[in-house]
């Protein structure tokens, strides 16, 4: 049995097609199977280690299921108040301007309980990054509307589906964050298929990259399935997200450049 | 020594600032001073006051309901703050738009035309200047010299060729003081 | 000789954080303080010292702001009046929470609602008893003049730190926007990153190092034990705050029968009240509370023995009363004398509560 393969000459720097990034711990993830934050986190960690930042780098988790996002990325964290992540972002950047800052947020948190501190931030083109998972419901309460709830989406709180007159209209925060001067990057991804995670991976290197050269708000979307919150099987939730959620959250490009320039915004110096 | 003055008029009329030269001037020979104005929405275009307190010791309450002298530039200001006058006490006014003169027999009264010299001056703005001489004149309670130092003090650089400009202010309202009674 | 001015309260404190080495401020406006803000703006610290001033879109992410900045272990502080303070008592409890320093300044005006943008000590209670959700305590300094306004922006930063948490400068309309003469503190350089690094390195999320763990920054326990034990952590701390840092000043008590217990711009008056009850000849004293939390239970007994009565003197309803019956503990008659709305009571009211409460009673 002289020729028998060892494991130790199969474990060999040329034969690695794999491996975990060091900056996740090796903490389980609490997510349920099939959701999206993990390979989203997994995605943000990679770029980290890539780019060699891990040392530079402050997260700011949520109020929501990304709660405990400090819990899987191997980095020094803030957990924001529900909404405030932006805020205490813009608080942590201002007076150190050399870190790399970014908010993990989701729908309910970004777009409706911290809409003010999201577009002011984005306005003021604070030169953080902002991970939005869209995901169409709150996940961590159990399945209540969110405000990017689909309409006719059977929610814990839109029991017959999200109704206008009830409930007015999914918002689509990213599309109106885009129109902000302070934006420099605002892109909407998702994570369901290999390409899609290929994709969205670059976006949040473009994202990073962006936060250390002064160039305003990079704010990368994930569409994202919540099979549980759904009450789906995970392959359910994928062609549910492809058949109703991207018509309406089209992927794609935003905006691509840097903050606007002030010269269009000049008024006339008033004189004394 | 401790003197403790309500200032009143129209906002605009510069009372706020003449306390703050009086209070700078306190600084200026040592003294405890504080300076509470009125605030709020009662200060634009309305009537402004500021309570502006001179002491040798600690100054417990900078908020008065009785004063030892009151400068008073309007009418409203005059209705509001005569009864306020100590026994005893001190009440400037410049009668220019007053249509019902104090009537206090236990206080000291005095005039000053300020708003009548300023214009013939052809400077408006040197009226709360004309008012604070009178003041002096009426109770010597600061030197000149310091109130100049405060000048010199609280403008900017750019402002101090203005100074001979209000002190010779000063002057005139020494001189131009009226005894009512 | 130092630098001595004549200035506002509210300008004061502007100054004052500029000269202590302060990293940044995150504000709102709101009448009767916003000559914090403006005068920071005229004066740009960023190009003097560093320090970053930043207008917020409210004083909800104001205090978040400060959140993120005292994470990084850096000095931050914000400024803001009663109806905004309650916006930031979300962000308090967090700070209070993540055990984060960070200084907060109300200027108090008149409740409850928007009220009156004129001068009062409603807060008491807000400030002192916690404001926001979950058992917590801010460090709570009460200015009563000018001078202090300037000496307690640097002993909050100070305190704040010593304790990891949040310290509140409770004063109000008549304190802000007065003018006194004001020694200014010298300035003091801020600290560099490295020296943050040195000073706060064990906590602050300054950048995960490969030779530590990494630090995070947070209220939430999920466990029911590990948050009890948080809470207790918390309660030592409290507990430590009330043993070490207790101030407050005496004034004419040595041989006092009636105590009048006065904070901020009230015990200025109330000093005055006691100069006009000595000259009557009663035997009045006052004893004024610089920190309100911790309060000064322990002078107030001290002084049980000789007094015949105590009265609190507050431009409210009666909110730290409480605190003196539960130091007096119905030894003696603890009677309160307010104005609410606005209204400053004037000394002569208060001579008259005296006599009227007190000796008459």
Known sequence: MEDTLKIEDIIKPENLVYKKTSVLTDVPMHYCYGCSHGVVHKLVAEVIEEMGIQEDTVGVSPVGCAVLAYNYLDIDWMQAAHGRAPAVATGYKRVNPEKYVFTYQGDGDLAAIGTAETMHAVNRGENIVIIFINNAIYGMTGGQMAPTTMLGQQTATSPYGRDIDLNGYPLKITELLAQLPGAAYVTRQSVHTPGNVRKCKKAIRKAFENSAKNIGTSFVEVVSTCNSGWKQTPVEANEWMEENMFPFYPLGDLKDGEREKPDAYLVQKLKK | MKEEIIIAGFGGQGVLSMGKILAYSGIMQDQEVSWFPSYGPEMRGGTANVSVILSDERISSPVLNSFDTAIILNQQSLDKFEESVKPGGTLIFDPNGIVKEPSRTDINIYKIEATRLAAEQGQPKIFNMIVLGAFLKAKPIVKIENVKRGLEKSLPERHHHMIPMNIEALELGEKELVTVR | ?361
Request: hydrophobic content about 40%; overall charge negative; proline content about 4%.
């Open chain 3, 1 to 361: 000789m130092g630098d001595i001015r004549l200035m506002k309260g509210n300008e004061v404190i502007a100054e004052a954080a500029i000269r202590c080495g302060c990293d940044g401020y995150y504000g709102y406006p709101i009448t009767p303080q916003s000559e914090i803000m403006e005068t920071l703006m005229l004066r740009r610290p960023w190009e003097e010292t560093g320090m970053v001033v930043l207008q917020a879109e409210s004083e909800v992410a104001s205090a978040n702001m400060l959140f993120g900045g005292a994470s990084a272990g850096k000095k931050v502080m914000t400024s803001s009046s009663s109806p905004g303070i309650s916006l930031m008592a979300e962000g308090i409890s967090y700070i209070a929470g993540a055990e984060l320093p960070a200084l907060f300044v109300n200027v108090q005006r008149g409740g409850p609602g928007l009220g009156t943008i004129q001068p009062s000590q409603a807060d008491y209670f807000q400030a002192t008893k916690g404001g926001g959700h979950g058992d917590y305590k801010l460090i709570v300094l009460a200015p009563s003049s000018v001078q202090e306004m300037n000496d307690f922006v640097d002993l909050g930063f100070e305190l704040a730190f010593k304790y990891r948490n949040p310290a509140m400068i409770l004063t109000d309309g008549v304190i802000g926007q007065m003018m006194e003469k004001v020694e200014l503190s010298e300035f003091k350089p801020r600290l560099t990153n490295q020296q943050v690094e040195e000073t706060q390195g064990n906590w602050a999320a300054t950048g995960k190092k490969k030779n530590r763990e990494r630090h995070i920054l947070t209220s939430l326990e999920l466990q029911s034990e590990k948050q009890e034990l948080h809470n207790q952590k918390l309660q030592a701390k409290y507990k430590q705050m009330e043993e070490e840092d207790v101030r407050f000043e005496l004034i004419n008590c040595d041989d006092a029968e009636y105590i009048l217990v006065a904070f901020g711009v009230s015990a200025r008056i109330s000093q005055k009240a006691v100069e006009i009850l000595r000259e009557k000849g009663i035997k009045a004293g006052l004893l004024r509370p610089i920190t309100l939390y911790p309060f000064p239970t322990k002078q107030i007994q001290k002084l049980i023995p000789q007094a015949k009565g105590f009265l609190s003197v507050e431009m409210n309803a009666g909110q730290m009363i409480e605190d003196i019956k539960l130091a007096v503990n119905g030894k003696l008659p603890v009677e309160h004398f307010g104005r609410m709305g606005g209204i400053i009571a004037t000394p002569a009211e208060i001579v008259e509560a005296v006599e009227s409460k007190l000796i008459g009673g």
